[in-house]
């Protein structure tokens, strides 16, 4: 029963998630949380160390997800069920849109999805500041350490594009910010 629910929650992730991963943030919360894979607080600590790992947040969900479920063929299947959309839409759109891509049309129909896509990601990026700085909607509390390292995250993020062209490298804000994490809150 577990491969099945694997096999369907993360079929309807990779089939529903146009635009990137972190579209696909909102879609894969629904999937997590409606099979009880992981809770609220969890997935959003899945999410970020999957940020910081390479490969795609969905694939390291996924292989992760599947893994805590039914160990190395639950990781496989749930991996599989991710990606095999995703392959199969590129061959057949490959296949049936060479004179397509030529088309004005065309490109007006993929210039209104990246507008939709950029405001998923920006309410995304909203929801998980909010929850992460003051919590859910259910139990509201001000995480002030969270508070004062988002604003002093974006504060060297925004001025490291003032003083530098290309601003700061994902790399390092990304050590930065786990650093700070340390620093704030421990190991855990």
């Known amino acids: 029963m577990i491969y099945l629910q694997l096999l369907i929650g993360f079929l309807r992730v990779g089939l529903f998630s146009f635009g ?10 629904e999937v997590v949380l409606s099979y009880g894979w992981l809770s609220d607080d969890k997935l959003s600590y899945m999410i970020a160390v999957s940020e910081s ?4 947040i969905i694939v390291n969900l996924a292989t992760y ?3 805590a479920q039914a160990g190395v063929p639950g990781a496989v299947l ?11 839409i590129v061959v057949l759109l490959t296949a049936l849109f060479k004179k397509a891509v030529q ?3 065309f490109h007006a129909a993929l210039d209104g999805m990246k507008a939709c896509v950029t405001g998923v990601i920006l309410a995304t990026g909203a929801y998980m500041i909010l929850t992460g ?18 604003a002093a995250l974006a504060a ?11 601003g700061m490298s994902p790399i390092v804000l990304i050590c930065l910010a786990g650093a700070a994490g340390v620093l704030a809150y421990g190991w855990r």
Do not use: H, M, W
């Open 20 to 29: 990137g991963a972190y579209a696909a943030i909102p879609l894969i919360r």
């Open 53 to 56: 790992t390479p490969g795609s």
């Open 65 to 67: 997800i599947g893994s």
């Open 78 to 88: 749930a991996t599989a069920a991710a990606v095999l959309p995703a392959f199969l």
């Open 103 to 105: 088309s004005e049309l």
């Open 133 to 150: 700085c003051f919590g859910s909607a259910q139990g509201f509390s001000a995480d002030v350490p969270a508070i004062v390292l988002t």
């Open 156 to 166: 060297v993020y925004f001025g490291a594009r003032k003083v530098r062209k290309n």
